[in-house]
């Protein structure tokens, strides 16, 4: 057996090692160049390319690129009634809230859902819920951080959100871990979430939840509807030019006798409708 050859008549281990190192990656489009044609292979699946891609993506991108504008987050009153913004708190499905005081365009902390909801399942008493006591210190970091930095953060902080400010100090918006997580693994659905296989779901009496992407022709023969598919394809579409513009979170707008609410949406598209079916009369009077 020369130069090491193995006894099966295989190349020696340390060629193959030297030869793995003269082919690898220079740069990270040729490595993206080698995993696509792994994937090609079989050697990994799409999946797992996916993946892999949506991390190397994460450490060129900044918080900017995937933040939630100012705009449209959801908020709570330091200085409100817990009883005017439970509604609020319950209707967005969200577990956190920025909140805000006199001066509504600085967050002065953190609410946890969990922390006001078992207060009124537990008995007060007669006390008031004071939102000073239960809200937790901000985390306030640039639009200018890359995400994989605010990614080891948040897990050695064990943080779910920050609030980002622009370079003069004002709030920009915020991003929670799992935006950031969705650009490696993709959308991540929850319970309040429409399945993929379902556009539209009733969740109470002439109440419904509709993704943005609903055909008009599917919509049109679940409501038996007339609206038409010639101009745009999907019941976001229709939306967004009956607004005129891209609407806020909580928005609403009347189209014949439908009640639309922005639910989900951030500064490029509509995600998620709450649709609530009028009766004529309530339709004419908006």
């Keep these: 057996m020369k130069e090491g050859r193995s006894s099966n008549g295989s190349e020696p281990w340390y060629k193959r090692v030297i030869g793995a190192i003269k082919n690898q990656p220079r740069d990270r489009e040729q490595l993206l160049i080698s995993l696509r044609e792994a994937e090609q292979f079989n050697l990994i699946d799409a999946d797992s390319l996916a993946m892999i891609e949506g991390v190397l993506q994460v450490s060129e991108m900044q918080v900017r690129d995937i933040m939630i504008p100012r705009s449209q987050m959801v908020v709570v009153e330091r200085d409100v009634s817990p009883e005017k913004y439970l509604p609020i708190i319950i209707e967005s499905g969200h577990s956190r809230f920025p909140v805000i005081g006199e001066n509504r365009d600085e967050v002065i902390g953190i609410l946890l859902a969990k922390d006001i909801l078992a207060y009124f399942a537990q008995d007060t008493d007669g006390g008031r819920f004071d939102v000073r006591d239960a809200m937790r210190l901000p985390v306030v970091v640039p639009e200018s951080k890359r995400l994989n930095v605010l990614l080891k953060e948040f897990r050695a902080n064990r943080n779910h959100m920050a609030i980002v400010v622009d370079e003069y100090g004002g709030v920009a918006g915020l991003v929670t871990i799992e935006d950031v997580l969705e650009q490696i693994v993709g959308e991540i659905e929850d319970e309040t979430d429409i399945d993929d296989a379902n556009y539209i779901l009733q969740y109470a009496q002439n109440k419904y939840s509709i993704k943005a992407l609903t055909p008009i022709e599917d ?65 004419k009077k908006d």
Excluded: C, W
């Excluded at 019941?235 to 707008?253: Q, S, T």
């Excluded at 006798?257 to 995600?271: E, G, S, T, W």
């Design 219 to 283: 919509f049109n023969e679940y409501f038996d509807a007339d609206f038409s598919d010639e101009e745009f394809d999907t019941i976001g579409g229709l939306v967004l030019n009956k607004f005129g513009r891209m609407p806020k979170r909580g928005e609403a707008i009347t189209i014949a006798n439908f009640r639309f609410h922005v639910i989900r949406a951030d500064n490029r598209r509509l995600h998620l409708l709450q649709l609530t079916k009028l009766k004529n009369e309530a339709a």
